[in-house]
């Protein structure tokens, strides 16, 4: 059933932005809304669809739809087709004006839900009976991809072949070895994506199978009571942070803090530490430290401007920075963790003696323990898949438009991403024949005037803001991954709803999200859009942003609580706040809209409440 209560535009209402008229060939035919098609059509009418904003905090490149397209085929193939999760099949897909919609697809015959229960707990079973055993091997699969991700070869094309192609009778040109390698870059990146979510789902299942037991077992607790249940477990995507403040004291235990601090760059800082021994030894750290855990990218990894540590060390110099000015004030640096252990093992202890028998007690203690075992790969695959791999992806994709610029096909490289990946594919075919026959390509007449326009689009697809849903809202959303990871709720609904009818936004004195990280605290507003604009935060701000992601982890250390525009109480700024025992909100559809930096807060964790002191 629709709720008749709330009102969303449907997807035909949406705006025509002028100027971007003939957008829809930048994506996939499949992710558009239709009105050819009576059938396909209804359902997208009647359908319920979210702005993917944790994901996606801006409009898509049109190369970069293959993490879109990557994780519409994996999330969706192991939910409906491997794993058969009983209440949902995938997540459908769609976009408008550059953003991504999403929407689960809810299994609707309850005879059908029984039978795939049957066939998910014989699967999901072995897996969570042998999950260390899986993950151990899984790591292995990754660390392969990898290694033969940076090893793939993207050579420019020889005016002549080298004349061991002749001696050694290798039966294929350089030419060929492009369009392979391409391609391979390409299924490189797709089966890194399988593997991705051959573990991930069944995280998040074990986690709301506990969520649900506890719901039942306890009608009033708060989401966030169970989400400190599982708190207090140490991950990988901590590592690269962790490195960072292990820089740092050794920074101040060579005595070279003070010097580092007068440098504002990593040049700098590289020039005058070479002159001091002391210098070289902590640079001789800093190198051990890039390989892996400075594959860590800026942003979340979904997009190819979200570089890596490694392409720009004036990051995590600055975060570095950020650690030794709290050392040498004699603060800790360290995350509380004795402190959300203790904590953790209270609320379990509490709610666990409200279990009336032993069966009921061994159940939670199942449950929670598997909750327990897999909740690491949830956090643990964002550094393997999103980070590392992603930022070598990226750099591979840049030597390929390193040729395509040479060969006049685009203007410069980073015009690359505004290509479909099949266009790429295309032109490097017009590219390699026109080089092996001796004849002017037609891609340079083609493309250059394609990424000029398509360029426009992206400008006024920027100015435009995407509504956080669209079409008829159920009547009462269940569908659990949409609940802990997006923050969709009815509730959550309903405040975006309210903040929509409001015409002046400048008026408005208080809103709500999803309450992330307990915790009531005031304090002033900082709006950072980048992981670089963290650099200007101040002690006792509050954090206000679209998204977080494992880069913003300094930013930890500094503020008094943090608020999103997306996420629910697994997305990274909730984990994370939680962690450090901050106050968070999240999935508040507005708040970097609403909120100006500079602007007096209260942030309540506990509830979701927003207020601002105008």
């Known amino acids: 059933m629709a709720s008749k209560s709330l009102k969303f535009p449907r997807p035909q209402e949406l705006d025509k932005l002028s100027g971007t008229e003939g957008w829809e060939r930048m994506y996939p035919y499949q992710y558009q809304f239709v009105t050819d098609d009576p059938e396909r059509q209804g359902y997208e009418e009647k359908t319920f669809w979210f702005y993917d904003g944790l994901h996606y905090p801006e409009p898509m490149y049109p190369f970069d739809m293959i993490w879109d397209e990557a994780w519409y085929l994996g999330l969706s193939q192991f939910n409906t087709r491997v794993f058969a999760v009983p209440p949902v099949f995938g997540v459908d897909h769609r976009i ?117 037991y506890c719901q039942k077992a306890f009608p009033d607790i708060p989401l966030q009571r169970v989400t400190q249940m599982v708190s207090g477990i140490d991950v990988i995507m901590y590592r690269p942070d962790d490195e960072l403040k292990r820089l740092a004291q050794g920074a101040i235990k060579l005595g070279i803090a003070d010097l580092m601090l007068k440098c504002e760059t990593f040049d700098q800082t590289k020039e005058a530490l070479q002159a001091e021994v002391n210098g070289r030894e902590w640079l001789s750290q800093f190198e051990k430290a890039r390989y892996p855990w400075f594959w860590t990218s800026t942003g979340t990894g979904w997009y190819h401007h979200d570089k890596s540590w490694n392409d720009d060390l004036d990051i995590p110099l600055a975060s570095i920075r950020i650690y030794i000015e709290k050392l040498q004030a004699g603060q800790n640096i360290d995350r509380p963790m004795n402190d959300v252990i203790k904590e953790r093992d209270r609320i379990t202890g509490e709610y666990r003696n409200l279990l009336q028998t032993d069966e009921d007690r061994a159940g939670f203690d199942q449950l929670l323990g598997t909750a327990r075992t897999v909740f690491p790969y949830v956090e643990n695959h964002l550094f393997y ?223 979701g409440v927003i207020t601002i002191k105008r």
């Open 385 to 607: 898949v999103e980070h590392w791999f992603h930022s070598l992806f990226w750099n591979k994709i840049r030597e390929v438009a390193a040729i395509m610029v040479d060969h006049g096909f685009i203007e410069e490289v980073e015009d690359v991403w505004y290509l479909k990946r099949a266009e790429i594919k295309e032109a490097l075919w017009d590219l390699v024949t026109a080089w092996a026959t001796g004849v002017l390509p037609r891609g340079p007449k083609v493309w250059p005037k394609e990424v000029v326009w398509r360029k426009k689009v992206m400008d006024e697809f920027r100015k435009w803001t995407p509504p956080p849903a669209i079409g008829v809202p159920p009547e009462v959303i269940q569908e659990p991954f949409t609940v802990v990871l997006w923050g969709v709720t009815n509730d959550s609904l309903t405040a975006w709803a309210k903040v929509r009818e409001v015409e002046d936004p400048d008026t408005i004195e208080e809103f709500t999200g999803f309450p992330g990280s307990p915790g009531l605290v005031e304090g002033k507003a900082r709006v950072c859009r980048t992981v670089k604009e963290i650099n200007q935060l101040k002690e006792g701000e509050i954090l206000v942003a679209p998204t977080t992601s494992p880069s913003w982890a300094p930013a930890f250390q500094k503020i008094k609580a943090a608020v999103t525009d997306v996420g629910g109480v697994m997305c990274h700024a909730a984990i994370v706040c939680r962690e450090y025992g901050l106050p968070a909100v999240v999935g508040t559809g507005h708040a970097t809209s609403i909120i100006k930096t500079g602007m007096e807060l209260t942030v309540d964790g506990s509830t």
């Open 96 to 212: 408008v004006n550059g953003y991504i919609y999403i929407s689960p697809v809810p299994v609707q015959d309850p005879e059908e839900i029984e039978e795939r229960v049957g066939y998910f707990m014989e699967r999901a079973g072995y897996y969570y009976q042998n999950w260390n055993e899986l993950e151990a091997k899984w790591v292995k699969k990754m660390e392969k991809v990898i290694d033969q991700l940076d090893e793939l070869k993207i050579e420019p094309l020889p005016g002549l072949e080298d004349k061991s192609v002749v001696t050694q009778g290798l039966g294929r040109s350089k030419g060929y070895d492009l369009l392979h390698n391409y391609d391979k870059l390409i299924d490189l990146g797709i089966l890194c994506w399988q593997y991705h979510f051959e573990f991930l789902n069944l995280g998040y299942a074990a986690y709301v199978t506990f969520l649900d």
